[in-house]
């Protein structure tokens, strides 16, 4: 990943999950991570549980994310946000290049406890 006189730095990409998972958690109008389930996601196990997917080649990073967003929310507003959101903590947490972030929007979570 980045090297000096001292030797070098690698991430996992568990790390890497963690920061996307806490940079789309962090946008309002996410709900929560839905599971990514059945099919090809089963082969690859990492991240398939949580609701986000990393892939790495070289220094570049792809994100799949599948949300649960709130009620009236804007879908179009709250994906971009979470795409920007993702990206720029990585860059910056990391240093790592995006290739892209794509964003599942899986299901809305109505509250009925509001009345």
Not at 52 to 69: G, K, P, S
């Amino acid at each position: 990943m980045t090297e000096n006189a001292q030797g070098k730095t690698t991430v996992s990409p568990d790390v890497l999950t963690t920061i996307a998972r806490l940079a789309a958690l962090s946008v309002p109008g996410v709900s929560r991570l839905a599971p990514v389930s059945g099919g090809v996601n089963r082969l690859f196990k990492r991240g398939a549980g949580d609701g986000v997917r990393i892939e790495t080649e070289e220094n570049t990073v792809f994100v799949d994310l599948h949300l649960v967003l709130q009620q009236d929310v804007n879908i179009r507003e709250v994906s971009r946000n979470v795409q920007q959101n993702v990206a720029r903590s990585i860059q910056e947490m990391v240093g790592m290049e995006i290739g892209h972030v794509n964003i599942h929007i899986e299901d809305i979570d109505y509250e009925d406890n509001e009345a």
